[in-house]
């Protein structure tokens, strides 16, 4: 069976992106065919600054705009070029050449910069499909997804509404299928039945609508969030919904930070990421860690070679 073709858009180019691509491609042919969107000469260019050597198989797609690269800068230039790497290979994928996509991090300020209006892959991608794609990130132990992801603290509250959460449920159910996922309550101890506050109300009521709608009990709460991620909780459930970010990363990230990755649900294609960010502080100075990227990539290929064999 051939391997499947992955578009890599190669990240801020000041950050450890073309590092982390340079220096995981012997992995990455082991169960896919990598395309680069990077020029030649900007791998080159980073390959210098990192002390290494640009694998001869290492196929790339031309991205205009060079420039020097300044590790650990944060840039317009730099966004500008990320953006530019990312965008092609959307349409690259979109378009069927290639089978999946892995993003390599992006600087969300140097997108601003550069006068780029999203805040991220996830909300570009939102719009570029029509969807309401699903921020998922985890590991083969435990995926955590997100309500809302992107938005001030302050509006997470206002967010939950019970058609809205319940309609998410449904499209999760629809991506996944998981057996059984736990949606966390808002409030502590997931409000204490109204003592520290009644969010919890519409989420039961979300709840229940999802699971008539699927005709089973797929899933349950509102769970307790300071619970949730023990360990007797986490061999029940490998599927939980969070309502806001940093509700399920922090945790998920003490847990499985190395290795966890993000996968956007919900669209079109085959999205996934690492989950880390530009690591700015340790580009090309310090070796970056591989695993997270390797397991993004690993998992598209998987999910690419499943759809090809449907």
């Known amino acids: 069976m051939d391997k499947p073709l992955i578009a890599v ?6 950050g450890v992106g073309p590092q982390i691509a340079l ?3 012997r992995e990455l042919v082991k169960f896919c065919q990598p395309l680069y969107f990077v020029s030649a000469d900007m791998i080159a260019q980073a390959a210098e600054l990192a002390g290494l050597e640009v694998p001869t198989d ?3 797609e031309y991205v205009g705009g060079e420039y020097t690269i300044h590790p650990g800068k944060v840039s317009k230039k730099g966004g500008a070029y990320s953006f530019r790497s990312f965008q092609k290979a959307v349409e690259m994928t979109a378009n069927g050449i290639c089978e999946a996509l892995v993003t390599l991090p992006v600087h969300k300020k140097a997108w601003q910069k550069a006068g780029i209006p999203y805040s991220g892959h996830t909300d570009y991608l939102r719009q570029r499909f029509g969807r309401e794609a699903i921020m998922m990130l985890g590991s083969e132990e435990l995926f955590v997804s997100l ?3 992107h938005i001030p603290l302050r509006k997470v509250p206002e967010a939950i509404k019970p058609k809205r959460l319940a309609r998410f449920l449904q499209r999760l159910y629809e991506s996944l299928e998981p057996k059984e996922a736990l949606v966390l309550g808002l409030n502590p101890h997931a ?4 003592v520290l506050g009644d ?6 009521k979300a709840i229940k609508t999802a699971n008539d709608a699927i005709g089973k009990e797929v899933f349950a709460g509102p769970g307790v969030p300071d619970v949730a991620f023990t360990p007797k909780m986490r061999q029940r459930y490998r599927h939980i919904v969070a309502l806001y970010h940093d509700q ?3 945790p998920l990230k003490a847990l499985y930070f ?6 956007s649900l919900g669209l079109p294609i085959i999205r996934t990421s690492p989950d880390h960010g530009t690591a700015f502080d340790i580009a090309y100075k310090e070796t970056p860690s591989l695993k997270s990227y390797i397991n993004a990539a690993r998992y598209a290929a998987k999910a690419a070679t499943s759809q090809d064999a449907s």
């Open 58 to 60: 290492f196929e790339t």
């Open 248 to 250: 399920g990363l922090a």
């Open 191 to 194: 409000g204490d039945g109204g």
């Open 147 to 149: 309500y809302t992801d």
């Open 23 to 25: 220096l995981a491609h």
């Open 9 to 14: 858009s190669i990240g801020d180019p000041n």
């Open 258 to 263: 190395d290795e966890a990755i993000n996968v």
């Open 199 to 204: 969010e919890e109300k519409k989420i039961k």
